[in-house]
């Protein structure tokens, strides 16, 4: 495992202008931070993810990579407060996730998690809405600040064609392209996806991580997304956090990370590493290692 590197600070992370555009010093984009950690399920005896400090640098994408098993979804269900920690805790700019009632964590922080279901007849501008509801009190109408959240999540995520079609009617890609809508319309600082281009076709695997980008640079969103590609996330992601057997190999931005030692110890692969390429370092596999 690579040496111990010094923690970042938000201090560090002001050194950079974020992605909408703010003088260094200036970002309100929001931070997450998770400290300690150790983090298991019921039928597990030990922990499976232990980590001293993961970070989410506010107004950029970090991409959380590794194998099958390493960690990452377990780490995200954390940060997002589904998943409660044996120990350690989950600050969002410097607030305990875990301190803040559904509504307002709701408002701060969207999740778009690898299992979600709704009725095949519901339309995507009817899912849409449904991201408004930290917004609204139980009894409340819809409100010209809901519509126009709508509009603009359905509009940035290019479903507006879409937007009366039923979910059963949808391919892979449009739907979840239609979820992305509903999460966007939470309008939150704070955006986590657990792999959102999986089983989606190349085209709509670049439209999801397309739409990521524009809503991190427009609007200065902090991201953090699970990929298994490590490729696509060295083009899309500012920070890279490598995971190998449930702890963090290394993090930082993609042309420090994604080496050709890393392929082969945490993803067993051979593979090339070309960082002369424009849009972040470029991975040729060549074979898989032997286990």
Known sequence: MPAQKPDRSAADDDATAPGDGTTPGETSASELVGEDLALGYPTTEDPVVECEKVLVPAGEVTALVGPNGSGKSTLLKALADQLAPESGEVLLDGEAVHRLDDDELARRLGLLSQEHESPASTTVEDLAYHGRYPHR?????????????VDRAIDLAGVDHLRDTELGTLSGGQKQLAWIAMVLAQDTDVLLLDEPTTYLDLHHQLRVMEVVR???REAGITVGVVLHDIGQAARFADNLVAMKDGELYDWGPPTEVVTEDLLADVFRVDASVDTERDGGPHVAPHRALDE
């Open 137 to 149: 009190g139980f009894f409340e109408s819809l409100s010209e600040a809901d519509h126009h959240a």
């Open 214 to 216: 524009t809503l991190n």
